[in-house]
């Protein structure tokens, strides 16, 4: 059975470029987590999808990030435009949220972003 | 707000066990998690904790105090494959982690 699936791995960019990174949830699952990871500041969530509708998308830092969850297997988190401080791994995970209290978030392999 | 404490590194010798603790604050706390995340991969799930006391997984076990806020990852007969960080994360009623910053355990012979 296929994991959550990430494009790309790996992401060289110049300042002022759009990036979109991709994700495609393990099958069945219904919840959907972005997430960034940076020495300095760890693992931090930055949006949540339930059944492909944002639930909270606090952590997204700025206006410049985007995502959306048109269909239960596909996400995108766009950057438009990157900056050198975008520079991080990120990475997708999904869960089913079934009520049992579990709800054990997968992660994909992350994708490697570096603004220059 | 939420808040995740543990150590930041920790080293231990090959065959013995070692203790990761975590300690969190946080509103509307379902249960806690433990990832394992080798060096340039993803978190992998370890455990997961929703009542108080041990639970026991090979070598492997993870400890719960919901009163007092605090959680262990225990790691018996250690191998050098070991070496990684260990992440807690809280899980809330929101269905959502919250993540401590990691232990970084580097495994010696």
């Known amino acids: 059975d296929a994991g959550v699936i990430q494009s790309p791995r790996h992401e060289v960019t110049e300042m002022g470029q759009e990036v979109t990174l991709r994700c495609k949830p393990i099958s069945g699952h219904n919840s959907l987590f972005w997430y960034r990871q940076t020495m300095m500041r760890g693992l931090e969530l930055l949006i949540y999808?339930?059944?492909?509708?944002?639930?909270?998308d606090s952590g997204m830092p700025e206006d410049r990030f985007s995502a959306k969850m048109p269909n239960a297997s596909f996400s995108t988190l766009k950057i438009q435009p990157s900056e050198p401080r975008d520079s991080a791994v990120y990475f997708c995970?999904?869960?089913?949220?079934?009520?049992?209290?579990?709800?054990?978030?997968?992660f994909g392999p992350g994708t490697r972003l570096l603004v220059l | 707000g939420q808040n995740i404490d543990q150590p930041t590194e920790m080293t231990a010798t090959e065959g013995a066990i070692v203790q990761i603790n975590c300690t969190y604050q946080?509103?509307?706390?379902?249960?806690l998690f433990w990832y394992q995340q080798h060096a340039g991969e993803a978190p992998t799930f370890l455990s997961y904790n929703v009542l108080d006391g041990l639970e026991e997984k090979g070598r492997f076990s993870s400890f719960l105090s919901r009163s007092k806020g605090y959680s262990y990852l225990l790691l018996k007969e250690l191998q050098m494959k070991d070496s990684a960080s260990y992440l807690c994360a809280a899980h809330n009623a929101g269905n959502m982690l919250t993540f401590g910053g990691g232990t970084r355990l580097m495994v010696k012979p």
């Open positions: 999808f339930n059944n492909n509708v944002p639930i909270d």
């Open positions: 946080t509103s509307g706390f379902n249960g």
């Open positions: 995970a999904s869960s089913l949220l079934a009520g049992d209290g579990q709800e054990t978030q997968y």
